[in-house]
């Protein structure tokens, strides 16, 4: 899927109005005044609520100083601005986890204990692409060098002193000297 981001933020410079972010703060229920919290109130990407959620946004509704009715023009509270704000919050959150994929294969539809539909879970790996991958791995096979081989193509990139009698350790060294 491709989306196309040009003038998005041309399009998205409606301002939200203070007396909007005041009913949205007001409200009874729970997660809109957290998604407008003041910045002295504002919960850590990582952390979680009082509720034991994490909140969506933090993004901050302080009022601007300057004159008064009007806002300075770099803290103007547009649409797109906030979108701007919850979507690095939200890569902020992504970039400090570690997340961890578990793909579950039902045994069966019908729930039924000691019951193993085969063909069902076959499906299931095929659409999970697990059986795709297993089949790529096994077919580059082949194509794996031996350490002899690869000292043997890349020893030009090495230092006689890196080479070692083991060469499993010495392509070992060679790849983490080149990578780094």
Partial sequence: VEYQCEGFLEKNKDTVFEEQIKVLKSSKFKMLPE??????KAISPTSATSSGRTPLSRTPVKPTK???????????????????????????TLNATTPHYVRCIKPNDFKFPFTFDEKRAV????????LETIRISAAGFPSRWTYQEFFSRYRVLMKQKDVLGDRKQTCKNVL???IL
Avoid: I, W, Y
Wanted: charged share 30%; glycine share 10%.
């Fill in 35 to 40: 998604l407008f919290q003041d910045d002295e």
């Fill in 66 to 92: 300057g004159r008064p009715g009007q806002m300075a023009k770099e803290h103007k509270k547009t649409v797109g601005h906030q979108f701007r704000n919850s979507l690095h919050l939200l890569m902020e």
């Fill in 123 to 130: 499906q299931q790996l095929r659409a999970c692409g697990v």
């Fill in 176 to 178: 983490e000297k080149l």
